[in-house]
């Protein structure tokens, strides 16, 4: 049996009154429906390989360093493309309140856009699934050649009870104390902890190089936003778009996610039209750190399969 995370320890112990308060002021999707062009940040990112573009989203607290065991595989066939979203791994941590799915998806759909990627297709795991749906409904209605396929990986997407450390995060005091108070690496741990199945499988250097993220300027203060901005006031509403989106979509969904259930999976499958379903056993949260061999065969099946769209008009 596992032990429960060392937040929920750190929550007993502080004994501190309130709950986790989710930032509802920031703009819904009717603000963010048709956003500006320009990038006013620019997102860090990296490339390897050539042919089709593949996008890889990381998902919370995480960084591009998430993807080290899927990348050069992919890359053998497809040009893969690795962002760290704002607030995370190299990219900027500005110090304002907008951490939104909606405003990441703004600022992945710009980096698409300035990039020139075409014939692509985007994975998103966790609440980088979140971004990489929000950003698919963008590109579907403005830009609708872009776009070949879409991964879900463990995604948010539809209102849910929230993890207890994202509970915990989001919590006025308790959230800033544990996260300033607490070392980096028995903070990661903790989290590692509750993404994996198996916790022997966490690797040290793993603890290490997320620890060292949370050093970095502002990396606590993001991911104390973010937490507050994980689940968008809106997002039942905003669902409601899944059904208008009909690009080949993959959904892969760990039977054991300690995170976000199984039942989300199976939601998303029923309101994605040209979805399918992919469970696996025995591991957690994360399947591309903890057993990359086991998404690796589905992931490149799903690409291989998808033949370029013909241009508009036929060219």
């Not at 429906?33 to 620019?42: C, V």
């Not at 703004?106 to 795991?125: C, T």
């Not at 050093?215 to 509403?237: E, G, H």
């Not at 903890?290 to 065969?297: A, D, V």
Request: charged letters at 20%; proline letters at 8%.
């Amino acid at each position: 049996m596992k032990k429960a995370p060392a937040f929920v320890f750190l929550f007993v112990i502080f004994s501190l009154s309130g709950c986790a308060v989710m930032d509802k002021n920031i703009p819904g999707w009717s603000q963010y429906r048709n956003p500006d062009h320009e990038n006013k940040l620019q997102l860090a990112s990296s490339s390897t390989g050539k042919g089709d573009p593949v996008l890889l989203i990381h998902g919370f607290g995480a960084s591009s360093y998430s993807w080290r065991h899927i990348i050069e595989p992919l890359a053998r066939k497809y040009r893969v493309i690795t962002v760290d979203l704002k607030g995370f791994g190299e990219s900027p941590k500005p110090r304002d309140d907008l951490y939104s799915v909606y405003e990441q998806a703004k600022l992945v759909r710009n980096f698409i856009l300035e990039n020139d990627l075409h014939n692509l297709h985007i994975v998103g795991h966790s609440y980088g699934g979140g971004v990489a749906l929000v950003t698919s409904i963008y590109l579907s209605t403005s830009h609708p050649h872009l776009q070949k396929s879409l991964v879900l990986i463990d995604s948010i997407a539809y209102p849910q009870d929230l993890p207890d450390f994202i509970e915990i995060l989001a919590t006025p005091i308790l959230g800033p104390l544990v996260i300033y108070a607490t070392p980096n690496t028995l903070q990661v741990k903790s989290l590692l902890k509750k993404v994996y199945f198996n916790d022997a499988l966490i690797p040290q250097n793993a603890i290490d190089h997320y620890a060292g993220n949370l050093d970095k300027p502002n990396a606590k203060y993001a991911t104390l936003t973010s937490a507050r901005q994980m689940l968008p006031t809106d997002l039942q509403q905003f669902s409601d778009n899944y059904a208008n989106l009909t690009i080949p979509t993959l959904i892969i969904w760990s039977r054991n996610d300690e995170i976000i259930p199984l039942a989300i999976g199976e939601r998303l499958h029923k309101n994605l039209p040209n979805s399918r379903l992919v469970v696996l056993s025995d591991v957690g949260h994360a399947v591309q750190e903890e057993k990359p061999s086991l998404i690796l065969p589905h992931l490149q099946q799903f690409l291989d399969a998808e033949v370029p769209r013909p241009a508009p008009n036929g060219k």
